[in-house]
C-alpha cells in the first residue's frame, strides 16, 4: 500500500518492530474530502457517494435520524457543496471537523437500520474519479439508536465483480429487420457487430451476454428479459435502419420513453417493435410483470442512467467521426425491447437504406469502428453513480 510505504521510508531511523506497532494511519498523507453526492438507486436505495483523495478509513454511526460517516485524518473541505437527488433519502449533508476527524453527517427523511456490508462499496480511483466510498441503503426500522460499525481501510469492499453487458442483435430468424437496395439484411449486419462487441467489451474486462449468437428469432419480451435474468448493468440493442429517402444517413440513438421525442422516432419504434406482432403473446404479461417490479421512482432512476449512457455514446460516436443522422444526439420513444429495470439505450448503427452507408456498414473495419465506439462509451460509463 502507497501510504504505508510513504510511512515506513520517513521512519527509517526508527526499527522496525516500532513501526509494525503504531496504527498505519499515524503515517498517512493526511486525506481530504473531493465530493459528495446523493443519487436513487434501483431498488428505492439512496446512494451517499463520498469522494476522497486517498483511499479512506472510516467508521459508520446511526444518530437518531441521521447517517454519520466519520473519515480518519481527513480534512474538511468547504468548497464542496453536496450534489443531492430530491428523490433521495437524504435531506441535506454537513461536514464537521473533529480534531483530525472529519465527520460527514447525512441529515435523512427517514431513519434507517444499519447499512449492510454488501451495500458498502470502496472504489478504486477511475477516470475523473477519485476514491469513493459508496453507501446505499433505504427507509427502514433502525437497529438501535446509537450503532457503530468500524471498518479498517485493509477490510474496505473494494468492488472486483465484472459489469454485466447484455448486447441484443436486433431481429433474427424469420424476422430480418430493414434491407438493403444491395440485399443486405439488418439481422446479419448487427449480429456481426455484436459478435465483435462481445469479444471486445470482455477483454476490456466486462462480462458480456448475447441474447442472440446466431439466426433465431426472439421476441423483444425475451430480449428483455435475459438482460433481467444476467442482472445486467447495461443494455445495449443494437440495430440498422431504413428512411424513406434514400439519402439519408447517419447513426442516431435512443432511449424508452412513453411519448416519441419526434414524429421519426415514433414511426421508428412502431417499425421496430413490428417484429413482436409475429407473435405478441407474453409480451403483455411481460410489461406488466415489469411496471410493478418498478415503482415510478425507479423508472425515473432507470431513465436517467439510460439517458447518462445514450449521450455518452452519442459522444464517443461523433468522436470517432461516425457520421450522425441530423438531429438531437438521443431521442426517445416506446421501444419495446428496452422496457424493462435495466438501464440500456437502442443504436441505430447507420441506415441500410443508403447506398454508400450499406455498403460501409458491411465492411469489418467500419464494423470494429462502431464497435470500438461502443466500447469506449461502455468504459466511460460512470456504473456506480
Ligand atoms: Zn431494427
Known amino acids: 500500500m502507497k501510504l504505508s510505504r510513504r510511512g515506513l521510508l520517513k521512519i527509517t531511523g526508527f526499527s522496525i518492530v516500532a513501526v509494525a506497532a503504531l496504527p498505519r494511519v499515524a503515517f498517512a498523507a493526511r486525506n481530504s474530502l473531493r465530493g459528495l453526492r446523493t443519487g436513487v438507486q434501483p431498488g428505492n436505495k439512496t446512494r451517499l457517494v463520498i469522494e476522497t483523495a486517498n483511499r479512506p478509513s472510516y467508521s459508520l454511526s446511526y444518530p437518531t435520524n441521521q447517517l454519520v460517516v466519520t473519515l480518519s485524518n481527513t480534512s474538511a473541505n468547504n468548497n464542496i457543496s453536496a450534489k443531492l437527488a430530491s428523490d433521495a433519502l437524504v435531506n441535506s449533508i454537513t461536514q464537521t471537523q473533529n480534531g483530525d476527524k472529519l465527520q460527514i453527517v447525512a441529515n435523512l427523511k427517514k431513519p434507517i437500520s444499519e447499512i449492510e456490508k454488501s451495500s458498502i462499496l470502496l472504489l478504486e480511483p477511475n477516470g475523473d474519479n477519485d476514491y469513493r466510498l459508496v453507501l446505499d441503503f433505504k427507509a427502514g426500522t433502525p437497529n438501535a439508536t446509537y450503532t457503530t460499525s468500524t471498518v479498517a481501510p485493509t477490510t474496505a469492499i473494494t468492488a472486483s465483480r465484472k459489469y454485466i453487458i447484455v448486447v441484443d442483435a436486433g431481429h433474427g430468424g424469420k424476422d430480418p429487420g430493414c434491407i438493403g437496395k444491395g440485399g443486405t439484411r439488418e439481422k446479419d449486419i448487427v449480429l456481426s457487430v455484436a459478435k465483435k462487441l462481445k469479444n471486445k467489451l470482455d477483454s476490456a474486462g466486462f462480462k458480456t451476454y448475447l441474447t442472440r449468437s446466431d439466426d433465431t428469432y426472439l421476441k423483444l419480451a425475451e430480449r428483455a428479459s435475459i438482460a433481467e435474468k444476467r442482472k445486467a448493468d447495461l443494455f445495449i440493442s443494437l440495430h440498422a435502419n431504413a428512411n424513406p429517402s434514400r439519402k439519408m444517413k447517419g447513426f442516431s440513438i435512443y432511449t424508452l420513453s412513453e411519448k416519441a421525442s419526434d414524429e421519426e422516432a415514433r414511426k421508428l419504434a412502431e ?103 461502443i466500447v469506449k462509451s461502455v468504459k466511460n460509463y460512470n456504473f456506480e453513480v
Not at 281 to 286: A, D, I, K, P, Y
Not at 326 to 341: E, N, Q, Y
Not at 362 to 370: E, G, S
Open 271 to 373: 417499425a421496430e417493435n413490428a417484429a413482436d406482432k409475429i407473435g405478441v403473446e407474453g409480451f403483455t404479461q411481460f410489461e406488466e410483470n415489469i411496471r410493478m417490479a418498478l415503482s415510478s421512482l425507479q423508472q425515473h432512476a432507470v431513465a436517467e442512467m439510460s439517458e447518462e449512457y445514450a449521450n455518452g455514446c452519442a459522444k464517443s460516436f461523433k468522436r470517432a467521426s461516425i457520421e450522425q443522422q441530423p438531429g438531437p444526439d438521443v431521442r426517445h420513444a416506446p421501444f419495446a425491447v428496452l422496457r424493462s429495470t435495466i438501464p440500456g439505450a437502442l443504436l441505430e448503427l447507420g441506415h441500410l437504406s443508403n447506398q454508400s452507408e450499406e455498403k460501409l456498414l458491411r465492411t469489418d473495419k467500419h464494423q470494429n469502428k462502431l464497435v470500438d465506439a
